[in-house]
């Protein structure tokens, strides 16, 4: 009959024995180790992994058989010799000791299990399965899968330490967000969002997690960023979880450096979730590879928004320039770098909306893009590409792979 009484230990500090001197002890170690455990190995040799665990100090051994008295003062026991002797001999005296002993060779003998286990920051789940390990290991896999993406409900519901997390949310498609992003918001009290983020994710959140909005648009802020910074910091001191929610990378002109130190000033415990950034992953869905052999071995990143941008330099360039939030002044812009020497036939391409349903590619070269863009319409969002591999796409961008497009794509 196997153990039905679940529990977690506390074994920070506590003295558990590991009779035994191969892979699966080594394995039992390891896991012992990360949970705070004080580990000693009996075993009159040790395989490769263990070894290494003996020399650097992380557990104490004794080259030897095991003997009768190696289990005073431990708390748990793990036998794993392959000898059913030796470990009949490690129960037995476990069981005398009343000791919690658990058994790699016959888990019906045993008086403690081991389950498959599957954690999502400070959620822990453990899984039996009646004596079956594979069935545990697969339902620990699914239960896994489901944690890291937040489809399982993660929201703290009693009060505890608040936290900050600056989440890149990618460049649009829901899809493209990573899966520590997704778990962030699924445990969020409050997610304050970019105009830019993938809002569609919104929709998932649970009815009362408070969404405040941070947009920025040329010339039309939601919140000044120190009205953002000082959010995140009254929030979390608060007792809240916080999630960030931005388009792109947070540290790819998104000013996610800006707030992180703004938290870390304030004592605020947070951390970053990185991003698929527009800059690289917009053309890629356009089939425009930033990099390509023979065509470009090197990018370039520009806020083109910014007044103080040196044109001279960028001219000079070799390989791609990529252009954000430049679609209200492409044509000064083009002009800027033809007239300090790029060559007026460099291919250029617009990419709107890029991984969303209504992306579009309008493509030209530096000296008609502009006009170009006006005829069609162009608008923000878009990234601008200048340089070889903008003809990229003429050839490449109908293959797009699908997971650049959104869920509802056709």
Known sequence: MSPRHPLLLDLTGRRVVVVGGGPVAARRAHGLLADGATVHVVAPALCEDLAD?????AVTWDAREYATGDLDGAWLVHTATGERRTDDAV???ADAARTWCVRADDASASTAWTPAVARAGDVTVAVSAGGDPRRAVALRAAIQVQLDTGALPLRRHRPGPGHVTLVG???GDPGLITTRGRRALAEADVV???????RALLDELEDDVEVVEAGKAPHAHTLTQTEINRLLVERARAGQR??????G??????RGGEELAACLAAGVAVDVVPGVTSAIGVPGAAGIPVTHRDVARQVTIVSAHDADTDWETLARLRGTLVLLMGVGRLGEHMDLLASHGLDPAT???VVEDGTLTTQRTTVGSVADIAARAREVGVRNPAVIVVGHVASLAATLGDHRVAATRA???P
């Open 53 to 57: 665990l003996a020399a650097s100090g």
């Open 91 to 93: 129960a037995a005296d």
């Open 169 to 171: 949310g990618g460049p």
């Open 192 to 198: 304050v969002v970019d105009r830019l983020a993938p």
């Open 242 to 247: 916080v999630v960030r929610l931005k388009g």
């Open 249 to 254: 990378d947070p540290f790819v002109l998104g």
């Open 347 to 349: 291919p250029v391409a």
């Open 407 to 409: 869920p509802d794509a």
